[in-house]
């Protein structure tokens, strides 16, 4: 196991539990994409890295759309009050 391997399975482990990011993601997924695709266990890797990311931004566009409505029902409730 590579050292950004082990250094991410710390991080998202007990004692931390860290929420990986969008861009923690982007910087992993960079990394497995430069080495060589002989590695069969490299390409794996990176595309489960890949699908968890695609499922974290998927999650935060929803929350972002969320937020969005419920931001302008609140702009039309207060245009009719005032």
Request: net charge positive; aromatic share 6%.
């Amino acid at each position: 196991m590579d050292s950004r391997k082990r250094l991410w399975n710390i991080m998202v482990s007990p004692p931390y539990n860290i929420k990986p990011t969008i861009p923690m993601y982007n910087r992993l997924i960079r990394h497995y994409a430069r080495v060589p695709s002989q590695y069969p266990e490299v390409n794996n890797r990176m595309m489960e890295k890949i699908r968890e990311g695609s499922a974290l931004l998927l999650d935060t566009l929803r929350e972002v759309h969320r937020a969005a409505s419920s931001l302008a029902r609140a702009k039309e409730l207060a245009k009719r009050v005032s």
